[in-house]
């Protein structure tokens, strides 16, 4: 031993033998364990309205798609079919953390517009997309980061999946904002090309 080393006594953190049968007692659990640290049954209601929020999305999203691919605006076009896509995935990620807690993802259409935090967008005009699926966007920024705040500690997994959900719907409200006014340009140019 070295001069001046200091000796720690190893005293274990951790009981481990404890959490070893009471992972054998609760197994039904799956992964809630007696030291998840929210009320499981609002996480799960809240994994299902950001599902349903998610798949309005993805319905949105594929609509405004087709009305808007006709347009003049290339860039709205592949914004609108790459956030549908990405949205999907949200929902496939949702799906499958609900399951992990022991709960059944909630799919019906039935009730669906209630569930959901963000409104169906059905706008014709490419303003209209544009806006719709901003607000759309910051709706669903503004849920995620009071989910975060909800789950805390208390859920790490699921906090880092609506972190993750999170980041992705900022990145889509930024680019639906920097098309704010590539479309108002189409749309003005249009209306210029009408009068003529």
């Given at each position: 031993?070295?001069?001046?080393?200091?000796?720690?006594?190893?005293?274990?953190?951790?009981?481990?033998?404890?959490?070893?049968?009471?992972?054998?007692?609760?197994?039904?659990?799956?992964?809630?364990?007696?030291?998840?640290?929210?009320?499981?049954?609002?996480?799960?209601?809240?994994?299902?309205?950001?599902?349903?929020?998610?798949?309005?999305?993805?319905?949105?999203?594929?609509?405004?798609?087709?009305?808007?691919?006709?347009?003049?605006?290339?860039?709205?076009?592949?914004?609108?079919?790459?956030?549908?896509?990405?949205?999907?995935?949200?929902?496939?990620?949702?799906?499958?953390?609900?399951?992990?807690?022991?709960?059944?993802?909630?799919?019906?259409?039935?009730?669906?517009?209630?569930?959901?935090?963000?409104?169906?967008?059905?706008?014709?005009?490419?303003?209209?997309?544009?806006?719709?699926?901003?607000?759309?966007?910051?709706?669903a920024v503004e849920s995620y980061r009071e989910m975060v705040r909800y789950v805390g500690d208390g859920d790490p997994t699921t906090r880092r999946l609506?972190?993750?959900?999170?980041?992705?719907?900022?990145?889509?409200?930024?680019?639906?904002?920097?098309?704010?006014?590539?479309?108002?340009?189409?749309?003005?140019?249009?209306?210029?090309?009408?009068?003529?």
């Amino acid at each position: 031993m070295q001069q001046g080393a200091v000796v720690f006594e190893v005293n274990p953190i951790l009981d481990v033998q404890t959490i070893r049968d009471r992972a054998r007692r609760h197994i039904q659990n799956g992964a809630v364990t007696p030291n998840y640290g929210v009320d499981v049954n609002v996480v799960l209601r809240l994994l299902n309205d950001a599902l349903a929020t998610e798949i309005v999305s993805v319905l949105s999203y594929k609509r405004q798609y087709f009305v808007a691919k006709t347009s003049a605006s290339a860039n709205l076009v592949a914004t609108l079919v790459e956030h549908a896509t990405q949205d999907l995935l949200h929902v496939d990620r949702l799906a499958e953390r609900i399951v992990q807690l022991g709960g059944t993802p909630d799919f019906s259409p039935v009730g669906l517009p209630e569930r959901s935090h963000a409104e169906y967008a059905d706008g014709t005009r490419l303003a209209e997309i544009v806006r719709d699926a901003l607000v759309m966007e910051r709706v669903a920024v503004e849920s995620y980061r009071e989910m975060v705040r909800y789950v805390g500690d208390g859920d790490p997994t699921t906090r880092r999946l609506l972190e993750d959900l999170l980041a992705v719907q900022e990145q889509h409200a930024r680019n639906l904002l920097s098309l704010v006014e590539e479309v108002s340009l189409v749309e003005a140019s249009r209306a210029v090309r009408s009068l003529t």
